[in-house]
């Protein structure tokens, strides 16, 4: 029976839920009322605008990769329907798949010519896309040169066309709500949750089992969709374009929207793009009576305003007005749902892990040197070694976050060298961080319900169209289950709706464990979990991974804290300078010359 905490957190939301509605049913009356034109002909491009810089919340705000060619996409959308409909008589609800089409294979393309090198290339290869498509439109014959086309139908509906400004109003902002819920509901999905790690960099989204280059490929050619609907309505609003709103100047101006709105908040999109285009419009009226009509003062203004704001506003105005409203937690732990299957167990004392030879070079230097050793499953097995004696590369060879030089790996039946940690995770290894990797501004529970990234309904790349349409309620309530489940059993309860960068660094390591056992793990490999944690939070520690090896658990652990190591693991292997000095049980390990000699001689 839920409980009246879970009532009360309902209604809450319930209440959440309703409040867009209520704030938005005045802006559904405004074309009814006496309302001047003008208005309404702002809004409508505000709500074009919108669009725009929704997607590029989900792909800068929330990817992390930022985009200049925005405007282009809108261009495609703009021009296929004025060329289709101009020239060859197509009903404008023909042309937008046409010109989703055509966007959608030139977003895949340059996707993935980019989206797998780093850093610089998105950005460039998005401005080099901007500026080529805008010299097209401009010198093509077909599409009128720099006149662009003229005469485009408006649309209609039901054989009704929308001749007048206030009758586009209600489609636009329509597909504008639609569009936000899209984005809103795919961000509160597996693949959402995936789609918000890539800003943090890939290593954590990878070992997650996340395939963060097409997860990338999948958000730039979502925004780019976005954007040629805006482009396919501008057109028919508009009812002629020309290559001028497609160039860069807008591609740069669509990126200020979502950032002066906020880049990671949907509601940030269409506040920054009202700010800026009623700035914009006010400073093109009072300006040139200031300053007359002969310089083009608005957008040095506009600049001067832009560069206060992001200095003292980084992360945009719509932070600041959503502390004005309730806040509700993104998901919830569902109180009850169908458990997920479980991988069938080694059996106790088998082999489950063998490395043999393993070595790692980085130039000349030797980081693994021909390093073997084994683990049967249930066994807790420490790996020590002074700094940089190669405990982490040899995690990062066994995890796949690293290719070796030369030796093998076997887990289980299979040979896992040189694996992606991708396919590594599927079969069933889970890691956590020496540095803890999360997500600081998801709640716990969506950070833990990211292991599970690879146990949903559907394939690890897929179900974006199923989020989108919410149509993931199930596998929702699966995930968020289990991760509610791990949460309880590595006893962060407590701090199940608390922003994951709110947590102490001991717990946040707990919470490393708890995502890592999200992935039904045989094996665990747990990088330094006892750093910065304090003497109780070591014991209870302590606690857990016992009690985890007594359900059968395996844990590989690197660890600095000899009387947390020696108390708790069956076996220890030393490194030394790359290569395993000893091993065996810690009382032994204890009274090894070797290891006392090279490491151990201030503990003994
Ligand atoms: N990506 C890399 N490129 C070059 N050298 C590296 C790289 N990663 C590690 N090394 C080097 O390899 C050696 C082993 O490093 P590693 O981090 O594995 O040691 P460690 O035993 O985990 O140390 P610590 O306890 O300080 O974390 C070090 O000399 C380190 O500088």
Sequence with gaps: MPS??????????????????????????????PVPEYWITLLNYIGLYSLVAIGLVLLTGVGGLTSFGQAAFVGIGAYVSGYLSTRYGVSPWLTLPAGLLITVAAAYLIGLLTMRMSGHYLPLATIAWGLSLYYLFGNLEFLGKHDGLNGIPPLAIFGRPLNAGREMYYLIWLIVLLAALAVTNLLNSRPGRAIRALKGGVTMAEAMGVHTAWMKVVVFVFAAVLACISGWLYAHLQRAVNPTPFGLNY?????????????AHVGGAVLGASVLTILKDLLQGVLPRLFGDNGNYDGIVFGILLVLLLQYAKDGIWPYLRTWFPRRTPVDAPADAVPLTVRKKPARGSLLLDVKAARKEFGGLVAVNDVSFQMR??????????????????????????????????????????????????????????HVQLLPTMTVLENVALGAHLRGDFLPQGGVMASVLRLNRNEEKKLLREAAMQIKRVGLERHMYDEAGSLALGQQRILEIARALCGDPALLL???????????????????????????????????????????????????????????????IQSDPAVLEAYLGSVA
Aim: aromatic letters at 4%; hydrophobic letters at 45%; a neutral charge.
């Design 251 to 263: 591609g740069i101006e669509y990126l200020f929207m979502a950032v002066v709105g906020g880049v």
């Design 377 to 434: 499953a249930g066994e807790i097995v420490g790996l020590i070694g002074p700094n940089g004696a190669g405990k982490s590369t040899t995690f990062n060879l066994v995890t796949g976050l690293l290719p070796l030089t030369r030796g093998e790996i076997r887990y289980r039946d299979d040979i896992v060298s040189n694996l992606t940690s991708r396919d590594i995770a599927q079969r069933g290894i889970g890691r956590t961080f020496q």
């Design 4 to 33: 009246m905490k879970h009532k009360e957190k309902n209604m809450h939301n319930q209440l959440h839920r309703l409040l867009p509605l209520v704030l938005l049913a005045p802006a559904a009356l405004l074309p009814v009322l």
């Design 526 to 588: 747990l990088d330094e979990p006892a750093a910065g944690l304090r003497y109780k939070e070591k014991q209870a520690l302590a606690e857990l991974l016992r009690k985890l090896r007594a359900e059968g658990m395996s844990v590989l652990i690197v660890e600095h804290d000899m009387d947390f190591v020696m108390n708790l693991t069956d076996r220890l292997v030393v490194m030394e300078f790359g290569t395993r000095i000893a091993e065996g049980a810690p009382e032994k």
